[in-house]
């Protein structure tokens, strides 16, 4: 490894990218398909999602039928490997070049905690969708009451689902389902591990800098699954 991989976010990193897959998250689009069996969408649904990266789960949005706004402050997909009903659009999560009210759902995968806004992406979520639209987001959260001070990329952004049921709230968001779906971030980290990737460069390991609220415990890292609807 060069001496300025590991300084790169992870997601970024080569040898991260040969073992995520082109989702670069746990449970890649089973995950998503998860998520669109409990969104339960209209046909032909207006949805956005954020974060786009490399296009994955706006091409499989598209190819079930919905609309799609693909939108990343760099898109990492080549202009015509979209597909069909793909609209890609340069813009970051919290200030979405949408209409009020547009969207029926917007997919927020393993984004939001790298955003370093999370209050104002959920506000814009919830801004861009219809009355009882819903969004879908997937993430990493602390197991337990903690703050990762000195952690690194998503997990740096990582909270406790009491703050992030706060958050949502806050947005004017009614959780109406929450997964966990730890197994998929071990599973992740276990394949990284085997490709020769310390835990420690995963943010997983003792010295990732995550710490309790009660002392020196470290807050285990989590993933989950949230669907929420946008308050009447």
Known sequence: MSPGAAARPLFARPDFRAVAGETLRPGGLTLT????ELAGLPHAARVADLGCGRGATARLLAECGHTVL?????????????GRDVLPLR????????????????FCECVLSVTGAAQAVLAECARVLKPGGVLIL??????????CATGAGCLAGALPVGDIAALLAAAGLAPLVFEDHS?????????LVLAGLPL????LGRGCGCVSGGGPELARPGY???LARVRA
């Not at 813009?91 to 917007?106: E, K």
């Open 91 to 106: 813009a970051v999560a919290q200030r979405l070049p949408l209409a009020g009210g547009s969207l029926d759902a917007v």
């Open 224 to 226: 989950f699954l949230c």
């Open 138 to 147: 997937s993430d990493l959260y602390l197991r337990g009451k903690g703050a």
């Open 183 to 191: 197994r998929l971030l071990a599973e992740l980290a276990g394949r």
């Open 200 to 203: 420690a460069e995963l943010g």
């Open 70 to 82: 693909a939108l990343d402050p760099a898109p990492d997909c080549p202009p015509g490997a979209w």
């Open 33 to 36: 398909l998860r998520a669109l």
